[in-house]
């Protein structure tokens, strides 16, 4: 019966990045403030907490994908003609290259495979869903990519793909954040339309971008996140503690403890109520079947 809260899909982002990003998303998950995250398989947190991770996630029910990671860390493989000196590039290098057809397809491919097997042998099943850290996954050139293999590899039970783009309406509605929703929604276009044409469920709503000022505050964002059209909405967050490890591998930092800290707050289950919202995974979305 339907009780008139309407199920949305609220995912953190970069599981595996830090102990600290890895302990926020887990204690979300476990106040049902969470309902989905995508995991950094070439990194060392997610070798040491997957398994660990499975038995609360058997506990707390949520979606558990790969975060295809292009920018910034370590490949798991060579990816020639991709990384310099064994790290990938910086996300406005990869743009550029993605814009003018200059990406190393095979290397591409070849580094996806890779964290996909590394996702598989820790977790013992494949990705409910993939998305991209900074978005790359969207970008032109990398989106066939990530649907051919994603068709190739899970024809049976494909996972789903997060989509960067929503109507322009939609973003000019909420206003906050809404010159990088329009950035990316722009660099990720055809993306969406790719995806299910080869089958791939797809959330019709993004949310939660903003550019991660102090103002005008995260529960601002937040709860305007919660408002609006969409039938599968998604508003991603990016949760942590920053520990020595973040410090070191990513320049993300204050942001994530604000985001931790509302999230984790009575505020936030407030403000869930009041919106008439609940946290769920992506197969509870959209008009009942």
Same mark, same amino acid.
């Given at each position: ?15 595996? /990045? ?17 309902? @989905? ?21 058997? *506990? #707390?029910? !949520? ?43 095979? @290397? ?5 495979? @890779? ?11 494949? =990705?409910?869903?993939?998305?991209? #850290?900074? #978005? ?56 969406? =339309?790719?995806?299910? *044409? ?15 000022? =102090?103002? =005008? ?43 931790? @800290?509302? /999230? *984790?707050? !009575? !505020?936030?289950?407030?403000?869930? #109520?009041? !919106? ?14």
């Amino acid at each position: 019966m339907d009780d008139g809260v309407r199920p949305i899909v609220i995912c953190a982002d970069d599981y595996g /990045l830090s102990m600290g990003v890895c302990d926020a998303i887990e204690r979300l998950i476990e106040q049902r403030r969470l309902s @989905a995250t995508g995991a950094m398989t070439g990194m060392a947190g997610w070798r040491r907490r997957a398994g660990d991770f499975r038995c609360l996630v058997r *506990a #707390h029910p !949520a979606d558990v994908g790969l975060h295809f990671t292009l920018t910034g860390q370590r490949p798991l493989t060579a990816a020639r003609d991709l990384a310099q000196d064994g790290r990938l590039p910086d996300i406005g290098v990869l743009v550029r290259r993605a814009l003018t057809g200059a990406l190393p397809r095979d @290397a591409i491919r070849d580094e996806l495979r @890779a964290q996909l097997d590394a996702f598989e042998d820790e977790w013992g099943a494949p =990705p409910d869903f993939l998305d991209g #850290h900074q #978005h790359a996954h969207a970008l032109p050139g990398i989106r066939d990519i990530v649907v051919e293999e994603l068709v190739r590899r899970y024809a049976a039970t494909p996972p789903w793909l997060r989509n960067c783009r929503e109507p322009l309406a939609w973003v000019r509605r909420r206003r906050l954040g809404w010159r990088k929703a329009v950035l990316i929604g722009t660099l990720s276009a055809g993306a969406a =339309p790719r995806a299910q *044409a080869a089958g791939l469920a797809t959330n019709d709503s993004f949310r939660g971008l903003y550019d991660f000022g =102090p103002e =005008p505050g995260y529960r601002t964002i937040f709860r305007a996140a919660l408002d609006g059209p969409g039938e599968r909405v998604l508003v991603h967050c990016h949760p942590g503690h920053v520990d020595e490890e973040l410090r070191r591998l990513d320049p993300l930092l204050e942001p994530r403890e604000h985001e931790l @800290a509302y /999230l *984790a707050s !009575a !505020a936030c289950g407030e403000d869930l #109520h009041a !919106a008439r919202v609940r946290p769920a995974r992506f197969r509870e979305t959209g008009r009942p079947r």
